[in-house]
């Protein structure tokens, strides 16, 4: 079965950076594109980053200069690097492989 397991998460305050991981197994990673979403309390779970197999990756508007996806497929891991952290980042973040398969989250805190 898959399994995918995200650590990462903390409280951090506004302007500094976390490093969130997402590590996956029953999966032929190196085929898979794989995705962060997020979901902050009253708010619908949104997309927050993509990366494909090839490498191809896509950020929300939102987050846009300030995160960066990665994939270290050796590692079979999946990265979300995040700066300039607001407090509008806080949410729980979700790993996902744009199919079926979801970790269970990592929440991030970000204070003012």
């Known amino acids: 079965q898959v399994q995918l397991v995200e650590s990462g998460g903390g409280l951090v305050q506004a302007g500094g950076s976390l490093r969130l991981s997402c590590a996956a197994s029953?999966?032929?990673?190196?085929?898979?594109?794989m995705g962060w979403y997020r979901q902050a309390p009253g708010k619908q779970r949104e997309l927050v980053a993509t990366?494909?197999?090839?490498?191809?990756?896509n950020y929300v508007d939102s987050v846009k200069g300030r995160f960066t996806i990665s994939r270290d497929n050796a590692k079979n891991t999946v990265y979300l690097q995040m700066n300039n952290l607001k407090p509008e980042d806080t949410a729980v973040y979700y790993c996902?492989?744009?199919?079926?398969?979801w970790g269970k989250g990592t929440l991030v805190i970000v204070s003012s």
């Open positions: 996902n492989d744009l199919w079926r398969n």
């Open positions: 029953g999966i032929i990673f190196r085929n898979a594109g």
């Open positions: 990366i494909t197999s090839d490498g191809t990756v």
